[in-house]
């Protein structure tokens, strides 16, 4: 069953699925990566410019996410909410975010997405509120404050 967020994703399949690839190796590697002794010295070279290319939290640098998770939800990557304090988030939506770790239990309180439920997304490596977790019942994405994550230089 496709969903709205499938449908509406920017990339192709094998792209997205060589992202999720990324992405494990990532999970594993980060914070003591060395390069692997199989691997092929043209593999290394791309491999560090898929790590150089990862979305950090913007305090410390912790590994995030990969561009290539980038989605679109109701018509857009990037979304301008307020919640119920009065204060202004934009955020950016990704599939997958391995980087991030999820609190608290999932609720639909003002949940900015209808039909999902959230969750706090924090960073792995520091603990800072990154954003949060959107769990709908065929599939979830995180929404991560532009301003708390930053690109590749
Ligand atoms: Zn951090």
């Given at each position: 069953m496709a969903t709205a967020t499938e449908a509406a994703r920017?990339?192709?399949?094998?792209?997205?699925?060589?992202?999720?690839?990324?992405?494990?190796?990532?999970?594993?590697?980060?914070?003591?990566w060395r390069p692997s002794p199989q691997l092929a010295r043209q593999d290394q070279a791309k491999h560090f410019a898929e790590r150089d290319q990862a979305l950090r939290c913007a305090h410390c640098g912790h590994a995030i996410t990969h561009p290539n998770q980038a989605i679109t939800v109701s018509g857009g990557h990037e979304h301008?909410?307020?919640?119920?304090?009065?204060?202004?988030?934009?955020?950016?939506?990704?599939?997958?975010?391995p980087g991030c770790r999820f609190h608290g239990q999932p609720s639909p309180e003002f949940s900015w997405f209808p039909g999902y439920l959230w969750r706090f997304a924090l960073c792995g490596g520091c603990g800072r509120h990154l954003g949060w977790l959107f769990q709908g019942p065929a599939d979830h994405f995180t929404a991560l404050i532009a301003a708390a994550?930053?690109?590749?230089?």
């Open positions: 920017p990339e192709g399949r094998r792209h997205y699925r060589a992202g999720r690839r990324w992405l494990k190796r990532l999970a594993r590697q980060d914070g003591n301008t909410f307020v919640n119920p304090a009065g204060l202004v988030f934009t955020v950016r939506l990704f599939r997958d975010t994550i930053r690109e590749a230089e």
